[in-house]
Nanobody, 126 residues
Framework: QVQLVESGGGLVQAGDSLRLSCSAS????????LSWFRQAPGKEREFVAA????????NYADSMKDRFTISRDNAKNTGYLQMNSLKPEDTAVYYC???????????????????WGQGTQVTVSS
């Protein structure tokens, strides 16, 4: 059974940092690209960042690329999202997702991902 479990969310103040984790099980984690998406209240889910199966290629949403860093540790079957200089507008539920296609390219659209975690809430107060 494939499972993705996010953790590391919480309530922080503007300017603080958080590191989210995505722990994967039930699949060959090191074969697939990993992404983070987020969904703010009343808004559609949006792309945040993606990383290739080998960790070499990374894509970011333009508004976050200077503050967020995506990474992965394939030995631990875990992906990460380091978020710095957090802003109130970063408040959202953050989801990790895997595109379960062997060594496929990094993707940035929600529809290309077929495995999702349950999400972790990040709340940034001003």
């Amino acid at each position: 059974q494939v499972q993705l479990v996010e953790s590391g969310g919480g309530l922080v103040q503007a300017g603080d940092s958080l590191r989210l984790s995505c722990s994967a099980s039930g699949l060959a984690f090191n074969w697939y690209p990993l992404s983070w998406f987020r969904q703010a209240p009343g808004k559609e889910r949006e792309f945040v960042a993606a990383i290739s199966w080998d960790g070499i290629n990374r894509n970011y949403a333009d508004s976050m690329k200077d503050r967020f860093t995506i990474s992965r540790d394939n030995a631990k079957n875990t992906g990460y999202l380091q978020m710095n200089s957090l802003k109130p507008e970063d408040t959202a539920v953050y989801y990790c997702a895997i595109k379960q296609s062997f060594h496929s390219r990094v993707a940035t659209t929600e529809g290309e991902y077929d495995r999702w975690g349950q999400g972790t809430q990040v709340t940034v107060s001003s």
